[in-house]
């Protein structure tokens, strides 16, 4: 892998990932106004977390035409986001950050019922391919690996920031799910904090580690693998199966065999065997029903900084799934699930699972 750093236009930082050396920055000749995040960070004394405020996110794109997307190569009559003809990978800071290290006009406020502090941290975009009409599964295992190999090294660089404490990528795939721009891209929030879900996963295996001095994710995927029903694909590093407590009609975990803390941590079996069965799960999901499937990609790593206590309980996994629970009907979080986060689910995850594992032999 080869990185090309270079500016945007309004001082942002743009980074091409390439397989082979020799790419040039290319300056960026639009006139762009500077962008001021005025995030801001409030504690919810109710639940324990924190909501992000980030009212300057209302103005951002949202669904422009093909020949106007912000994502694809620049061409001599339209300027993107990119300003290179064309590229593999290539990540930019977000031009609407809800997190930022340049947030100003923002005071912190310790208050016991009302505390706010700025939102600081930071937001990338990371363009899977230059192809506007390709998703993840299009991508050919050397591009796949690329982007393996550009989530680690984001992960590597965002983890060292002072101000960042949490790591996540992610990617939203589909209009049902609300993506703003249908081009293939994830995003990378750079969190101060420990967001909420990794929160609850690791406080469980701390739990777990209390009681019986095991790693909780590693007997949970030692388990999957025993009982195999809802095993839906594995190679040799990485195994994919439905979890036993799905929460949603289509619901996929990825784990590494090998207890890893986060991407930049993988080697290069890991990393290999993540493009293929990555990829491969992806395409079992597009082929369940006639339209692509809208789904949900999100990656839960170890705490960022090394001394954090809970780096030795955190195993690096993906969790895949998607709101789409028929052909024609998409699962709405009703009331049980909005209003008191207790999910219920209409499909069994071993049916899933069975689907997943047939969809992988009819391809």
């Known amino acids: 892998m080869f990185r090309t750093d270079g500016r945007l236009a309004d001082g942002r930082t743009i980074r091409w990932y390439d397989r082979e050396e020799g790419r040039e920055a290319v300056p960026d000749r639009r006139d762009l106004p500077e962008t001021t995040p005025m995030s801001q960070l409030r504690y919810d004394v109710l639940t ?16 422009p035409p093909a020949n106007e997307c912000p994502l694809c190569p620049s061409r001599p009559d339209y300027a993107s986001e990119v300003p290179s003809e064309d590229y593999e990978v290539a990540v930019f800071d977000n031009r609407f950050p809800a997190l930022s290290d340049a ?51 984001r992960t590597r660089e965002l983890s060292a920031r002072e101000s960042v404490e949490y790591v996540y ?47 909780l994710f590693g007997d949970i995927l030692s388990r999957e693998l025993a009982e195999g029903s809802r095993i839906v ?28 803390p986060d991407l930049a941590a993988l080697d290069e079996a890991q990393r290999d065997g993540l493009a293929e069965l990555y990829r491969d799960v992806l ?38 799934f998607s709101i789409r629970r028929s052909a024609d009907k998409l699962k709405y979080l009703a009331g049980t699930e909005s209003g ?18 047939e969809l992988g032999t009819s391809r």
């Open 48 to 63: 324990d977390e924190y909501i992000v405020l980030a009212a300057h996110r209302q103005n951002r794109t949202f669904m």
């Open 103 to 153: 947030v100003t006009g923002v005071e912190e406020i310790d208050d016991p019922l009302f505390a706010s502090a700025p939102a600081y941290g930071a937001c990338e975009v990371v363009c899977f391919s230059s192809n506007h009409n390709a998703s993840f599964k299009d991508l050919s295992l050397e591009q796949a690996r690329l982007v393996v190999d550009t989530w680690a090294d």
């Open 169 to 215: 990528p992610f990617e939203n795939r589909g209009a049902e799910i609300g993506v703003t721009l249908p081009h293939p891209h994830g995003q990378i929030y750079a969190y101060d904090m420990v967001p909420p879900r990794a929160r609850k996963e690791l406080d469980a295996a701390r739990r777990h580690h209390s009681r019986t001095g095991r790693n």
């Open 233 to 260: 694909a594995q190679n040799a590093t990485w195994v994919a199966f439905v979890p036993f407590a799905a929460r949603w009609p289509v619901e996929v975990h990825l784990y590494p065999r090998r207890q890893t």
């Open 283 to 320: 395409g079992r999901f597009d082929a369940m029903y006639d339209a692509p499937l809208p789904y949900i990609s999100a990656w839960q790593q170890a705490p960022a900084k090394g001394d954090h206590p809970d780096r030795r309980l955190a195993w690096l996994h993906v969790e895949l």
């Open 340 to 357: 008191q986060g207790a999910f219920s689910n209409d499909v069994a995850p071993e049916a899933v699972a069975e689907r997943l594992r």
